[in-house]
């Protein structure tokens, strides 16, 4: 176990299938404390994965998560709900309760784990609010708000019992322009204000690039590459350097595994 | 295909049912057992006793109508030959008590409320409602899916009785009201031949059988269905076959014990 006074979330080891395919394959990942940190990665190299098996929704084949000293994969299930309320999560398509307005949603963490009096419950909602700026959106339900306010809902529900710990999926995926600026402040302005940690999963590069203290650079089951934004951008990883400039051939092939064009193509006339 | 491949494919195909047996054996363990921490439990409870009771009434008592008035019909038209058409109200109320009242409650049941759970309860996965429950640090095993079994437990076995007492006065309707029958031998006779402990509490047993069952059925496939619009179509369709079979399985086995 590392000092859990500078690294919040120690991934040591990790290895994790899905099916057949090896998504993690010994993965060391350390969070620094009160940082921004990304994990950057092309689609589908595990990055959502890893911020399930950090919230232990997913248990690792083999490795240890160690979150505030404690290894989330051993731990009872009672532990590990009381582990998760100093945890926040944004999930990718927001996933607010259907059934309740966007005043409930947010007031649904401290109506379960407190027994805050009313009046308080409504400050502290209203406070969330504000500071997504959706104060006067209280009464609409989720089914009445755009996608980027149906996230910014997801964000002040997410932070209502002041977590140690903020993951965000893929929080800027299908925002425009202004809702993206919106988001990309307000996870750096809430990371320094509440004096969270947050990990940033996403491959939008820009953006993530522009608030990340640290970041890792994962694919193929393996973490390609780690450091600052500037260190990242002038590495001479071959890899590293197509995913930061967006080159669409290299390393990373443009063609999915397939069979040798010309005999793929002639294989047809060949069963004529 | 070869013959190793079949006896490959009957493997995995055993063993994917055990696992599900198993998963779904954990799903009601871990529901049931333990306390839920949250002080609402018993609003959150009342909630689904009326979507899954109170809004289930309507069909369970038009149900129940037609059916106490087919049989009484039925039955006078037979026993009538035999002159016994004073012992309708009889035949009614033992057939509703014992075999028509729990069955086609629970069938019912799987069908409209049921299929319900299920889709409800897979969309909120697929959305990843529960999902996000979780990371709340909120148990949804607690909070959505134990209020709901409880709810089924409680209501089937009350909507089989106000299904057996509708049918009764359906059947009444038929054969006293439009068939003349005399409305003290309908009555009396029921009362002479209807036992409390053999016929209306052994229906009220099968009853808390079939609620379990479906019920149970119904969450769990909703809880463990793929989520995805195909999943949740098919975890809505196997609730209703599933529930269905096995409600029908069972009842022969409880007749078979108990009369």
Redesign the interface.
């Known amino acids: 176990m590392t000092d859990s006074s500078d690294y919040i979330v120690d991934l040591q080891q990790i290895t994790f299938r899905r099916g057949s395919r090896l998504i993690f394959d010994g993965v060391d990942i350390r969070i620094p404390r009160g940082k921004v940190t990304g994990i950057m990665g092309p689609s589908g190299c595990g990055k959502t994965t890893l911020l399930r098996l950090i ?1 232990a ?1 997913l248990r690792p084949d083999r490795g240890a998560i160690w979150v505030n000293g404690q290894n989330i994969p051993e731990l009872g ?1 009672e532990q590990l ?5 100093h ?3 944004l ?3 927001g ?4 059934d309740l307005n966007v005043f409930e949603n947010v007031a ?2 401290l ?3 407190t ?1 805050l009096p009313e009046d308080m419950i409504r400050d502290l909602v209203l406070l969330k609010l504000q500071a997504v700026g959706l104060r006067g959106a209280r009464e609409l339900m989720p089914d009445e708000l755009s996608g980027g306010m149906k996230r910014r809902v ?1 964000l002040a ?2 932070i209502a ?1 002041d977590p140690e710990l903020m993951m965000y999926d893929e929080p800027f995926v299908g925002q425009d322009p202004i809702s993206m600026g919106v988001l990309v402040r307000l996870i750096r302005l809430l990371n320094d204000a509440l004096g969270l940690t947050s990990i940033v999963v996403s491959h939008d590069l820009a953006e993530t690039a522009s608030i990340a203290d640290y970041l890792y650079v994962v694919g193929d089951g393996q973490v390609l590459g780690q450091g600052t934004p500037d260190e990242l951008m002038n590495s001479d990883n071959p890899r590293i350097r197509q995913f930061m400039q967006g080159e669409p051939d290299g390393p990373v092939p443009f063609h999915f595994q397939a069979p040798e064009y010309l005999s793929d193509l002639l294989q047809q006339e060949h069963k004529r | 295909m070869s013959v190793m491949s079949r006896v490959g494919l009957l493997g995995r195909a055993g063993l994917d049912t055990l696992s599900a047996l198993g998963r779904s054996g954990l799903f009601l363990f871990n529901a049931l057992l333990g306390r839920a921490r949250f002080g609402n439990g018993f609003t959150l409870l009342l909630q689904q006793l009326y979507s899954v009771g109170v809004l289930s009434l309507a069909i369970i008592i038009v149900s129940g109508l037609f059916i106490g008035m087919v049989l009484a019909l039925q039955g006078y038209n037979i026993l009538v030959g035999y002159g016994s058409e004073q012992a309708v109200g009889q035949m009614v109320a033992l057939t509703l008590l014992r075999e028509l009242g729990p069955v086609v409650t629970a069938l019912l049941f799987a069908g409209r409320a049921g299929s319900a759970l299920t889709a409800e309860i897979g969309l909120m996965k697929a959305t990843e409602q529960l999902s996000s429950m979780e990371m709340i640090g909120v148990d949804p095993l607690k909070y959505v899916i134990a209020p709901r079994l409880w709810a089924g437990f409680i209501s089937m076995p009350l909507l089989a009785m106000i299904f057996c007492v509708v049918g009764i006065w359906g059947g009444s309707l038929v054969a006293v009201d439009w068939l003349g029958v005399y409305s003290g031998s309908y009555w009396a006779n029921m009362q002479n031949s209807v036992e409390f402990v053999d016929d209306v509490l052994n229906g009220m047993v099968k009853a808390v059988a079939f609620a379990f069952v479906v019920t149970w059925i119904a969450v769990f496939q909703g809880y463990d269905c793929e989520p995805t619009s195909e999943g949740i179509s098919r975890s809505t369709t196997r609730t209703v076959v599933y529930a269905s079979l096995a409600v029908l399985g069972l009842d022969f086995i409880l007749t078979a014990l108990m009369f």
Do not use: I, K
């Not at chain 1, 709900?81 to 309320?85: L, N």
């Not at chain 1, 996933?95 to 259907?98: G, K, Q, R, V």
């Open positions: 919230g929704q299930r709900f009381a582990a998760r309320q945890m926040g999560m999930f990718q398509s996933a607010l309760f259907t649904f963490p109506r379960v784990h027994e997801a529900r997410a019992l």
